[in-house]
């Protein structure tokens, strides 16, 4: 994989882990969890619709697909596909910094063997 394509590639992935990032906050300004009933719908998709970093998630993940197929265009998907799981290392990297959530030491082992796997991947 050329320099190029990686950075389509992990572009993509970045893009795609910081409109998780800015929907969680989104819906961390809403309160938490969101119940849509009968009743309460529609105003309920208002309220999550007019949330300012939902709107930067949603425009984060358009600007990622467009990214990644260009990444997919440049090579096998049987490479660029499991880069995804990139998207899971820089997403609890991102919700440990921005969002103050705690990245327990199994799960930062689990980090380090999908990096290792990546790598692996990578240079196959």
């Avoid at 899971?88 to 705690?102: C, H, I, K, S, T």
């Amino acid at each position: 994989m050329n320099l190029a394509t990686f950075g389509f590639i992990i572009t993509g992935v970045l893009l795609n882990a910081a409109a998780q990032l800015l929907l969680k906050a989104g819906t961390n300004a809403l309160g938490g969890a969101i119940h849509l009933t009968a009743s309460n719908w529609f105003g309920t998709l208002v309220k999550v619709g007019t949330q300012l970093p939902i709107l930067a998630g949603l425009a984060c993940y358009a600007v990622s697909l467009v990214v990644w197929i260009m990444g997919l265009s440049r090579t096998d998907v049987t490479i660029a596909y499991p880069m995804l799981s990139l998207g899971y290392v820089a997403a609890a990297l991102g919700a440990w910094l921005f969002l103050g959530e705690v990245v327990p030491p199994q799960r930062l082992v689990a980090l380090g063997v999908i990096i290792l796997g990546v790598v692996l991947l990578a240079r196959s």
